[in-house]
């Protein structure tokens, strides 16, 4: 239940109601908003009584939250979350482009690549170290010594970097080189890895499941803020259906629904969605015109020889030209908000 106080509403009443919330056995979570306060009730094991509530003074209103997830819902916060990433924003009226190799390889190759992104207008790199391949005879990515190419080329070219982490053992150093920590399809309902990025200091781009709902996925994002950390961003990347064109089946509708339903801010990554590279840029654009607030593609300046998703890596000029319809599209959309 969340409970909106009133414009006027006393500090001695936020905290009477906060006192009847745990009196009661529930947390109480206030969220301090531009005009008002409003306070969230967590923990609660059955319905919470209402009308309690709306008859305490400086209660405006006491709304049952009949989601399942709370703190990643619009009614617990209806202001958009803008997720820093190493002073890049993500998020309300930023379009925000993350690019780079699906694989750190080398660090001669990640430079190069990231140099020419950057060119292009990306603002974070992204580029795995630990690689969740399908199978145990791909490359698996370089481990350590890739979140150090990643260290070196936030050093050289000012970019933030994203890479993803793959299990909690691994979780303190890709944390430590990380800007933003990515959970990666395969592991979005790796429930002890994500209370573990609840507790993380870094953001974290949460990926959509390749099977999982709408409700699945905010209850995977609902973990991580519970945790404690509300620097989450959602990342669509395309669900599994019957389809043999494309990889998977990049679900649009989604960005505009979990953007009505969540602060949170939405991305699309158009790369795994679609496997093949001619379908990167025709998706990327109706991503932004579904308002997403920005897309990670993948780019590589030799995708004939990657180590990995090669047949749907741009090649640096594609994501130049990328960029630049984009940012129209994006300019189109966002003056008619
Ligand atoms: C990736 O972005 O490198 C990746 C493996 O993507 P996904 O988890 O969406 O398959
Ligand atoms: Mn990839």
Redesign the pocket.
Known sequence: MLIVMKQLATADQIAAVVAAIESRGCTARPIPGGERVSIGVLNNKGPVDVSFFSGLPGVKDAIPVTRPYKLVGREFKPEDTVVDVGGVPIGNGHLTLIAGP?AIESEQQALTIARLVRKAGAGIF?G?AF??RTSPYSFQGLGEEGLKILTRVREETGMPVVT?VIDEESFDLVEAHADMI?I???NMQNFSLLRRAGKAKKPVML?RG?SATIDEWLMAAEYILEGGNAQVVL?E?GVRTFVRHSRNTLDLSAVPYVRNESHLPVIV?PS?AVGRRDLVIPMSRAAIAGNAHGL?VEVHHEPEKALSDGAQSLYPKQFEILCEQIRAIFHTVTAGA
């Open positions: 699906c992204r795995g690689k969740p993803e990515q990666g399809t395969r990926k390749m990342c990347r990554d795994h990670m």
